[in-house]
């Protein structure tokens, strides 16, 4: 599983989603790593597939204004904040569906706000 590694830099996502990208988009069998987050998410709903997002200085995925993601089958581990965040202070709140997911080892919780729809995921030794 991911082979090719996106080594991030502390002040920005290692990768954007924002409303300017196609609804089609999406990203998979990547890792992503060492940035301010693995993935910033505003106002588009990507497919996030099979990828490994660890050890962020925020959250692990940044999701906010209606980013109604499908995350499957990724392991989102040893993130400083919350393995997935959940803007709820955003015009429209975010809905992700997190599916076959292991959430570990983030200090800030493993699903930080309300919203998502988790199916079939280990989400344990998490933070706040």
Not at 48 to 75: E, K, R, V
Request: charged share 15%; net charge negative.
């Amino acid at each position: 599983m991911a082979r090719t590694v996106l080594h991030g830099v502390a002040y920005a996502p290692v990768v954007t989603f924002t409303e300017a990208e196609d609804v089609e988009c999406r990203l998979a069998g990547l890792t992503l790593t060492n940035g301010a987050q693995g993935i910033y998410c505003d106002d588009i709903s990507p497919l996030i597939d099979h990828c490994q997002i660890h050890t962020h200085q925020g959250s692990g995925l940044y999701l906010m204004n209606h980013c109604d993601a499908l995350i499957q089958h990724c392991q989102i581990t040893d993130n400083w904040n919350a393995g997935i965040e959940l803007d709820s202070n955003t015009r429209s709140k975010p809905h992700p569906t997190v599916s076959n997911c292991v959430i570990t080892g983030n200090l800030g919780g493993g699903i930080l706000g309300e919203g998502a729809t988790v199916i079939d995921c280990v989400i344990e030794d998490n933070g706040e």
